[in-house]
């Protein structure tokens, strides 16, 4: 799919009322810091449509960026974040889990996770959750950039073995840095909107 318009048209504080959309959407969930913010704006090829920060904790809003009139991307505030109250954490917590539990037109999760690293425990609750509740989900290893051309291959199957992730989930590689990856998520857009 190509990317022709995108446009912020809902932005959901921790009180406000989920929006009822038409068209489907794909979630962006993931660690504070991850580059899910950095992921929509390399998709739309905007420098910094969405706020993206090297202090995590900058998305604290649920937004729905609308594409091409066709989709949304949902970009929520990432988890797992210190600085944040546990009040706060919690509340945005409990609203993140309405979301993904509620949305009729939730199409796909994307769970991003940093293909540097292990993943953290919040990334494992997260990902044995969705697959609890049978949630569509595909994971995007971010920052693929930062991998060394010979640790990557291990690196990419050690974090599949670790989220124990079942074979039917894809796993996707990708840099908004180098654009990895972003033909096979714009690939996926356009067989779920066709
Ligand atoms: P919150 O809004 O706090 O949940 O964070 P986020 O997941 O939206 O992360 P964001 O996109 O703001 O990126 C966090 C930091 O990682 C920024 O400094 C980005 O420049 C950097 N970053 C994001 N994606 C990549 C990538 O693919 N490669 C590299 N090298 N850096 C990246
Ligand atoms: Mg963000």
Redesign the pocket.
């Known amino acids: 799919m190509k990317i022709k318009s995108v446009n912020l048209e809902t932005v959901c504080g921790i009180t406000s009322t989920l929006p009822t959309t038409r068209l489907p959407e794909f979630a962006l969930l993931?660690?504070?810091?991850?580059?899910?913010?950095?992921?929509i704006?390399?998709l739309c090829e905007r420098r910094n449509y969405?706020?993206?920060?090297?202090?995590?904790?900058?998305?604290q809003t649920i937004n729905f960026y609308n594409v091409n009139d066709s989709l949304y991307l949902v970009?929520l505030?990432?988890y797992g974040?210190a600085k944040v109250s546990r009040t706060t954490r919690e509340k945005w917590g409990r609203m993140i889990e309405r979301y993904l539990t509620t949305s009729p037109n939730l199409s796909l999760i994307f769970l991003?996770v940093d293909s540097r690293h292990a993943p953290t425990e919040d990334d494992l609750l997260m990902i044995r959750w969705l697959l609890y509740y049978h949630l569509p989900v595909t994971v995007i290893a971010?920052?693929?950039?930062?991998l060394k051309k010979s640790v990557r291959d291990g690196q990419l199957a050690a974090l599949r073995s670790d989220l124990e992730l079942p074979d039917d989930v894809p796993m996707i590689a990708?840099?908004?840095?180098t654009k990895e990856g972003r033909e096979e998520v714009l690939d996926i857009f356009g067989e779920a909107t066709a």
């Open positions: 993931g660690r504070s810091n991850v580059g899910k913010s950095s992921l704006n390399c969405a706020r993206t920060s090297s202090d995590p904790g900058k998305t970009d505030p990432g974040y991003l971010t920052k693929a950039d930062k990708f840099s908004s840095v």
